[in-house]
């Protein structure tokens, strides 16, 4: 390494040992740099790092005689040229919020204070500003005038930096086809956001189930685990949607063997629609009732006061397209009444005569 530093130059070094509150780092000198322990302690007072481990510190400075580092820039042995250094280098800084000024807060970063607006405390936060005087946070220097006497901080964009480098990150990882394990955050009308990584994403409410749902909620519930596929991933602009329904067996896949043309089915009501009626003949698999099959009804007639969604309906299968995903259905007393016609004309003599069974009985 290096004989000489430069104040606020980054060194990635090896841990040599912890003593009390005292942290010594290898920068290749007969003797050992030096970070105060208490930058790695937590508040359980557990030293985070051991013998052995890699860190990154910045020189902090010649004190009596000792190289001083430190992995937090703001901390009390920062002075103006490091604050400088970590302005240039866009390197994060350690300040301490002193108090609640006009317009934001005053905060303390080693020897110097600098000005946090408002607006650029806290990251996706709802606490009141009084919440953050006190704290020890980490900060960019935004503003460097006056040799350092005026400075401007911002912490909200400490919090973007590490929602962009988790989004980068996820990213090399999930993509369109990808299986994710993810919790419900919320529910909303159409759809559920879900939580996957700590990053949100949409579950519509059409990608739930091949069945249709008609209130998220008799499905999902916040907290709930849920598996899906990504489905669309525009990592740019932070949309990712997913789909449970993906995993499903596509009920339409057997549609054809088990709901051919002819076929009576019971069936239930699903949708009431302007032009007709939607049945559900199977999970998944729904018909439409066109309104000019309906008995007693006619284009201008308002079907939701005659049928209601949830409401038994028997039908018969008039046509299937299965590459279109499409049902024609004709209600059962209807075709039971063109049946019962078809057969009645069937029976007819060869001079045309329609099919009398009194006269069939007299010729016995």
Not at 77 to 96: F, I, N, S
Not at 105 to 117: D, H, N, S, Y
Not at 315 to 322: H, L, R, S
Request: aromatic fraction near 8%; charge should be negative.
């Amino acid at each position: 390494m290096k004989q000489q530093f430069d104040i606020g130059e980054a060194v990635k070094t090896t841990v040599v040992q912890v003593a009390g509150d005292t942290i010594f780092i290898d920068i290749g000198q007969k003797s050992e740099g030096i970070v105060d322990a208490a930058e790695f302690t937590d508040d359980d007072g557990t030293i985070s790092v051991k013998a052995g481990d890699t860190i990154t510190a910045y020189f902090a400075g010649d004190r009596r005689g000792e190289l001083r580092f430190t992995t937090r820039i703001g901390g009390s042995d920062a002075d103006g040229t490091m604050l400088e250094k970590a302005y240039r280098a866009g390197l994060p800084v350690e300040g301490t919020v002193e108090k609640e000024i006009k317009g934001g807060f005053e905060v303390k970063l080693g020897t110097a204070r600098a000005f946090c607006p408002y607006s650029q405390m806290g990251f996706r936060t709802r606490e009141e500003p009084a919440a953050f005087v006190g704290r020890s946070l980490t900060f960019l220097i935004t503003e460097y005038k006056n040799d350092g006497k005026d400075l401007i901080v911002s912490n909200r964009r400490i919090g973007e930096q590490a929602e962009r480098q988790k989004i980068d990150a996820l990213a090399q990882t999930v993509t369109v086809g990808t299986k994710v394990t993810g919790t419900v955050q919320s529910l909303q009308s159409y759809g559920a956001f879900i939580d996957i990584g700590g990053f949100r994403v949409l579950l519509p409410v059409s990608e739930i189930s091949h069945e249709r749902v008609n209130d998220v909620a008799d499905v999902l519930s916040v907290g709930q685990t849920v598996e899906a596929v990504v489905i669309k991933a525009d990592w740019q602009h932070e949309k990712v949607s997913v789909s449970m329904k993906s995993l499903e067996k596509d009920p339409w896949d057997d549609a054809a063997a088990t709901i051919a043309p002819g076929t009576k089915i019971d069936g239930t009501i699903a949708r009431v629609a302007p032009f007709g009626l939607f049945v559900t003949l199977a999970k998944g698999i729904d018909g439409l009732v066109h309104v000019s099959a309906l008995e007693g009804v006619s284009a201008s007639t308002n079907l939701t006061k005659k049928f209601k969604a949830g409401d038994p309906f028997s039908v018969v299968v008039e046509k299937i397209d299965t590459k279109e995903r499409r049902i024609s259905l004709l209600p059962a007393a209807s075709a039971d009444q063109e049946q019962s016609a078809a057969a009645y004309l069937s029976h007819q003599n060869d001079d045309g005569e329609h099919y009398n069974p009194f006269a069939a009985l007299l010729k016995k």
